[in-house]
Nanobody, 124 residues
């Protein structure tokens, strides 16, 4: 069974850092683009960042540029989201998603696999 599982969420004060992990299981090869999305209470889910299967292409939402960094370890079949200088408005459930095409992640449409999410809470 193919699945992606998030970990690394938690509570942190503003200005702090967290690193989220997205581990893929059941995939013969880790030849998928991976995206991070988040959903705050009362708001729609939004794209945060994504990375192509090769790792050569990365995208970030304007709200996180310069603070978040996405990377992947192909051998470990894991994608990381390093989040620095966290703000209270970063508070949300963060979801990992996988798709054959990074374009699907950018468009947040027709995505193949979703994780169940991990909660990030940033206090002021």
């Amino acid at each position: 069974q193919l699945q992606v599982v998030e970990s690394g969420g938690g509570s942190v004060q503003a200005g702090g850092s967290l690193r989220l992990s997205c581990a893929a299981s059941g995939f013969t090869t880790f030849d998928y683009a991976i995206g991070w999305f988040r959903q705050a209470p009362g708001k729609e889910r939004e794209g945060v960042s994504c990375i192509s299967s090769s790792g050569r292409i990365t995208n970030y939402a304007d709200s996180v540029k310069g603070r978040f960094t996405i990377s992947r370890d192909i051998a470990k079949k894991t994608v990381y989201l390093q989040m620095n200088s966290l703000k209270p408005e970063d508070t949300a459930v963060y979801y990992c998603a996988a798709d054959s095409f990074v374009e699907s992640l950018r468009a947040n449409y027709g995505i193949d696999y979703w994780g169940k999410g991990t909660l990030v809470t940033v206090s002021s």
